[in-house]
């Protein structure tokens, strides 16, 4: 990002003739005008939530304001460096930004500053980058985060985890950057231990057209999962890279789709924001069946709170009242800031001086502040996964639920096991084991929900042309294939509003809420039949049929696979059960069977 230096040299070194000589002076000009003038402006740009659309924070980065000969920050802060002027630089950046962050009101948002390599180890820069030093503007700490690139991790190394830890154990959070860029992060990931990795760009670019990359990130989530980090995606430029990383489960985004660097700290836009709810609610819906969202608000209690003023000797007393409470959470306002479990309660307040050395102390000094916290959107089967692969020490301790940023409640590991128990049952009863779609049981339910509901609806059934004889020739393996196939055509071509099911067999249903179907029917219907002449042989392919056994046992000529739909809506007829209705679409499928491809209402 901005205002980074990853080689120093002397642009100038070999520069030994009177135009060299002028362009350092100038140079140098230039850049005490800057520093003096204090011609920084601090921009700033959203890192979002994939899974709710909320911001989490702002990375602060630094423009020049007027006319100048330096053409980027990256340039200012070398001349900076070849002057002697980084430390004076670094902190006109630093201070205007925090200046700007907080005079915007920014108090419930992390502020993610980059710093320079070459100063971080400054005694200057530790004594100016203090907890009394932020008082000032009202925050502590851990609303700060640090960005350190991988890049300058590796050349820093000697002295670069010596620091790292100081400043973790001020309390500002950690993010490495870049991660990707360089061959040791992995090695860095686990030396450092970040609160934060921000993925490399270069990663995301065009994602979902590069399965290597996907492979990549989806191996970066669950890493981040399993040790209680969090991924943020940079350079999120493309809707389909949006919908690639929400699908692969990463946390947080970047990048100019979601929001440019400005002085203005605003909102993410609609659209964008319409786009992730959208993603999510399809990616949470697969195990619910269309019938239930099984979100983990469907489980959260609203648990037991304490405010972050509260003394230690109070939440023992508490404790002590409530023998059935395991565990407290810790709020400033409604913003979560920690847990205190009764377990690390006692260990606090025991052994001699345990009592005596605590008690009067808030509580924030005991609570832990690295817990698991989830979205209520967030689907239950996700948050199973990765309250499981959570460090043993903290594996049974409660979940944090909140909404827009916000406590919403907490989910214990054993509310959370039993429903994910009862989700898998209810799947394999009601759902088609090929597909993972619905089955009958939810399709007919479907189908009367929408008539009880009295409102715009079609239905249509759909039938794969000449299957039988496809996998006769070719197998139960490519037969299963074929079906995947259109079941997957399916679910693209719909959204979360709609419901698609499995009867069985080659057999589908889709169910709109709207009327304006045949344009959409059709497009399914060559999207499938599209893709699936490639699970033929070439010379099939060729000769555009197929030779195999009819039912009275002799050879005949089939054509390709193909796509028959059937449909019928509420306009023309009041239907009163889903019998009616199927029975209706049945015999149109049949009357137009031998028709390929063909759409009959």
């Not at 009177?18 to 003096?36: H, P, Q, V, Y």
């Not at 890493?223 to 692969?248: C, K, P, Q, R, W």
Request: glycine share 8%; hydrophobic share 40%; net charge negative.
């Amino acid at each position: 990002m901005l205002g980074r230096i990853w080689e120093i040299g002397n642009p100038y070194a070999d520069s030994t003739g009177w135009r060299g000589r002028t362009e350092m002076a100038n140079m140098e000009k230039e850049l005490r005008d800057i520093i003096a003038e204090e011609r920084i402006r601090p921009v700033f740009q959203p890192i979002v939530s994939l899974r709710d659309g909320n911001i989490l924070g702002f990375e602060a980065l630094s423009q020049i304001e007027g006319r100048t000969d330096i053409i980027s920050v990256a340039e200012l802060f070398e001349q900076a460096v070849l002057q002697g002027r980084i430390w004076d630089l670094e902190q006109l950046c630093r201070t205007k930004t925090l200046n700007m962050f907080f005079e915007n009101g920014c108090y419930n948002k992390k502020l993610f500053l980059n710093v320079n390599p070459l100063v971080m180890h400054d005694a200057k820069f530790r004594q100016g980058f203090t907890k009394e030093h932020l008082e000032v503007y009202h925050v502590s700490p851990d609303q700060v985060a640090i960005e350190i690139t991988e890049q300058s991790a590796v050349k820093e190394s000697e002295t670069f985890q010596a620091t790292v830890t100081h400043y973790k154990e001020q309390g500002y959070e950690i993010a490495l950057d870049d991660v990707g860029s360089c061959y040791s992060g992995l090695n860095l990931i686990c030396d450092i231990k970040p609160h934060y990795i921000k993925m490399d760009m270069k990663l995301v670019r065009n994602i979902h057209n590069d399965s290597m990359k996907r492979a990549l990130a989806k191996s970066l989530v669950g890493l981040t999962d399993s040790l209680g980090m969090f991924l943020i995606a940079e350079g999120i430029e493309e809707i389909e890279e949006l919908n690639t990383l929400i699908e692969i489960g990463a946390h947080y985004g970047q990048g100019y789709l979601l929001g440019r660097p400005g002085e203005i700290i605003g909102k993410v836009d609609e659209s964008v924001l319409s786009i992730i709810k959208k993603c999510n609610m399809k990616k949470n819906s697969g195990i619910s069946l269309g019938v239930e969202k099984y979100y983990i608000d469907n489980i959260s209690t609203r648990g037991k709170t304490i405010p972050a003023q509260m003394v230690v000797v109070d939440a023992a007393i508490l404790f002590d009242k409530n023998p059935d409470i395991q565990g407290v959470t810790v709020l400033d306002g409604n913003k979560v800031v920690g847990i205190v479990t009764k377990d690390k309660l006692n260990q606090c307040l025991g052994g001699r001086y345990g009592f005596s050395l605590h008690q009067r102390k808030k509580i924030g000094s005991i609570m832990e502040r690295r817990f698991l916290e989830v979205d209520y959107m967030t689907s239950i089967s996700v948050v199973a996964n990765t309250a499981m692969e959570r460090e043993n020490e903290c594996l049974y301790d409660f979940i944090v639920v909140t909404n827009k940023g916000e406590y919403s409640g907490i989910v214990t590991v054993k509310d959370l096991l039993q429903k994910t128990i009862d989700i898998a049952v209810t799947a394999a009863k009601l759902q088609n084991p090929l597909t993972e779609l619905p089955g009958n049981i939810l399709i007919k339910d479907e189908i009367e929900r929408v008539m009880r509901n009295e409102e715009e609806y079609t239905v249509i059934y759909f039938d794969l042309d000449n299957f039988k004889a496809f996998n006769d020739v070719y197998g139960f393996g490519k037969g299963d294939l074929v079906i995947k196939e259109f079941a997957n055509i399916l679910k693209l071509n719909t959204s979360e509003e709609d419901f698609v099911g499995h009867i069985g067999g080659d057999d589908f249903v889709a169910i709109f809420k709207h009327y304006n179907c045949e344009y959409l029917c059709t497009k399914i219907v060559r999207d499938y039949e599209a893709r699936v002449h490639n699970y033929y042989a070439s010379e099939d392919r060729r000769n555009g049929y197929i030779e195999a056994m009819n039912r009275q046992g002799a050879m005949e000529r089939f054509p390709l696979l193909s796509v028959t739909a059937a449909m019928a809506d509420n306009r023309e007829k009041e239907y009163f059960s889903a019998d009616e209705i199927t029975e209706v679409l049945a015999a149109r499928k049949k009357y137009k069977k031998n028709q390929k491809g063909k759409l009959v209402m």
